[in-house]
């Protein structure tokens, strides 16, 4: 069992990477609620859809657990110079959920909520834009060695999600978790 912490959409605009100006919709806003569709919520836009949603991408999800460790890493590179908790959504996280991490969760289990059954299908992988947010160079290695990525979520049944509503995780075939799955991926890209 699991909670739906918060919601969080967000729209394309203007990001800075490495001197350069490029589109992205990592920053989210929460909202009390969103409607699930088979490309994700209405509202949330992506600004490259090669890498970004999709039908096995629709939906992003964070352990809200992490945030708290994200601050920190900020802290310890020098780029957090307030104290205040990193918000949800900062990550491009969709939905923080609490009571799911990576080690829990498999590929092709069930998110099941009220009204919404979400399929988790891979994880995160971290990108330059990630690192940007982050403001740390580091931050998607970090990511990868830490297995603080969260993961990707199919609509299988839409409607409405509520902010705060339960869920429960109804077991797929079991066969790679989340963090299995990112530790073969993800690595590629670091070396």
């Excluded at 657990?65 to 020098?78: D, F, I, S, T």
């Excluded at 289990?109 to 971290?126: G, Y």
């Excluded at 931050?139 to 339960?166: I, N, P, W």
Aim: aromatic share 6%; glycine share 12%; proline share 4%.
């Amino acid at each position: 069992m699991g909670r739906l912490r918060s919601i969080q959409t967000g729209t394309v605009r203007p990001l800075t990477v490495g001197g350069r100006k490029l589109m992205s919709a990592i920053g989210k806003t929460a909202v009390a609620q969103a409607v699930a569709g088979p490309l994700g919520l209405a509202g949330d836009e992506q600004s490259d859809l090669s890498v970004h949603g999709g039908l096995s991408k629709a939906i992003y999800a964070l352990p809200s657990e992490h945030l708290a460790w994200w601050q920190q890493q900020r802290q310890k590179q020098g780029v957090s110079l307030f104290e205040e908790a990193l918000a949800p959504g900062y990550l491009g996280e969709n939905l923080s959920l609490e009571g799911v991490l990576e080690e829990q969760v498999f590929i092709g289990d069930l998110l099941r909520f009220d009204e919404v059954v979400l399929r988790v299908t891979q994880p995160r992988e971290p990108c330059g834009k990630f690192n940007a947010v982050m403001a740390y160079s580091q931050a998607a290695k970090d990511m990868v060695q830490s297995g603080r990525c969260g993961f990707y979520l199919a609509v299988d049944v839409g409607g409405t999600l509520h902010t705060g509503e339960s869920f429960t995780v109804v077991p797929g075939p079991r066969a790679v978790s989340i963090a299995q799955a990112l530790g073969h991926k993800a690595w590629k890209h670091l070396r």
